[in-house]
C-alpha cells in the first residue's frame, strides 16, 4: 500500500519516518527530487537549508506541478546554493508580474511640487521630531533622493505599480504612510496591514543607533539603511493598496535589486551609500 502526500508517491516506511523524530532524514523534496541519500543536493536539503529555503523550494515545486522543467530550476537553485551560501532565493527566481509604461523610458516624469520635500505622517503625541531628529531629517530627504536618482525611482514604479508622479505626490503631500518607530526582532522594518493599512514599522534599535552615531560615515550607512527599509515597506503598502498578490515573491527585495543591484543590509549599506552619500 502506498499513501498520497502532495501529489508525491510515498512510501508506508518514508510515511512514518516523515512522523517520526528523523523527519529531515526523510526529506519529501529530496524524494521528490529523486536526490540520491549520499548526494550534495541531498545533504543540503537535510542539514544547511533554512526552513524558508525549504519551504520556498517545496512552494515553487508545488504550484509548478513538480514539472521536469520546474524540478531542474530547483536542483540549479541548490547547486548555487551549495557554491555560494551567500545566494537566496531571490538570486534565481522572476517575479510573477511588474508592470511598465508605454512611452516611459524610466526616467521621464513631471513633479508638480518640486520645491516640497515628503510630509510622511507621524503621529503628534511620538514627538519623532525631538526624539529623533536625524531620522526626520532622512524622511525629508527622501523625494530628493528618489526624484534624482532615475533608477531608484523606476525601481520603485516597477514593483508598486504607481506612476512617477503619483511616487512623488505620495512623497510630498502627506499622502504617503504614517511611520511608527517600534521595538523589533531580527529586522529593520515591516508592513503589516492588520497593524494598520497605510502605517510603515522602522526599527527603534536601528534609529537609536542613527541618533547615537559618532561617526559621518555610520551615520550615513545608517540612514540609508533606514531609507531603503522605508521604500521597501512602501513597495509593500503599494501592492496592498492596489490589490496586488506578490505570490513566494517579495517585491520589496525586487525593488532593491533593481534599484542598487544588492539586497540592503547592515553589512553592505556602508559600501552602497557610498555613491549616494550626499543625500544621507
Given at each position: ?6 501529489r ?42 533554512t ?10 515545486l ?10 531542474a ?15 537566496t ?14 512611452g516611459?523610458?524610466g526616467?521621464a ?14 503621529n ?7 526624539l ?11 523625494k ?45 522594518g ?49 501592492t ?31 559600501s ?9
Amino acid at each position: 500500500m502506498t499513501v498520497n502526500l502532495n501529489r508525491a508517491i510515498i512510501s508506508p516506511r518514508t510515511l512514518e519516518c516523515l512522523n517520526g523524530s528523523i523527519a529531515r532524514k526523510c526529506c519529501p523534496l529530496a524524494f521528490k527530487l529523486s536526490l540520491a541519500s549520499d548526494s550534495d543536493a541531498y545533504n543540503w536539503l537535510v542539514n544547511t537549508a533554512t526552513i524558508d529555503e525549504y519551504n520556498v523550494l517545496g512552494s515553487y515545486l508545488e504550484k509548478n506541478l513538480f514539472s521536469d522543467e520546474a524540478k531542474a530550476f530547483a536542483l540549479e537553485m541548490i547547486k548555487a546554493f551549495i557554491n555560494n551560501p551567500q545566494h537566496t532565493y531571490f538570486d534565481f527566481v522572476k517575479p510573477p508580474f511588474t508592470w511598465t509604461y508605454t512611452g516611459d523610458d524610466g526616467s521621464a516624469f513631471t513633479d508638480l511640487n518640486p520645491l516640497k520635500e515628503p510630509d510622511f505622517k507621524f503621529n503628534f503625541a511620538d514627538n519623532y521630531e525631538t526624539l529623533y531628529p536625524r531620522f526626520v531629517n532622512m524622511v525629508k530627504k527622501l523625494k530628493t533622493f528618489v526624484k534624482n536618482n532615475p533608477k531608484v525611482l523606476a525601481a520603485l514604479q516597477t514593483y508598486s505599480n504607481f506612476r512617477k508622479e503619483e511616487i512623488l505626490d505620495h512623497l510630498t503631500f502627506g499622502q504617503g504612510p504614517i511611520i511608527k518607530i517600534e521595538e523589533m526582532y531580527g529586522r529593520y522594518g515591516f508592513y503589516n496591514k492588520e497593524k494598520g493599512i497605510n502605517t510603515l514599522h522602522i526599527s527603534a534599535s536601528y534609529v537609536r543607533g542613527l541618533e547615537q552615531a559618532f561617526l559621518e560615515s555610520t551615520q550615513e550607512a545608517t540612514a540609508f539603511l533606514l531609507a531603503v527599509t522605508l521604500l521597501h515597506e512602501y513597495v509593500h503598502l503599494a501592492t496592498q493598496q492596489n490589490k496586488i498578490s506578490e505570490g513566494v515573491y517579495d517585491f520589496g527585495k525586487g525593488f532593491e535589486r533593481d534599484a542598487f543591484n544588492v539586497i540592503i543590509d547592515y553589512d553592505n549599506a556602508g559600501s552602497v551609500v557610498i555613491k549616494f552619500s550626499k543625500y544621507f
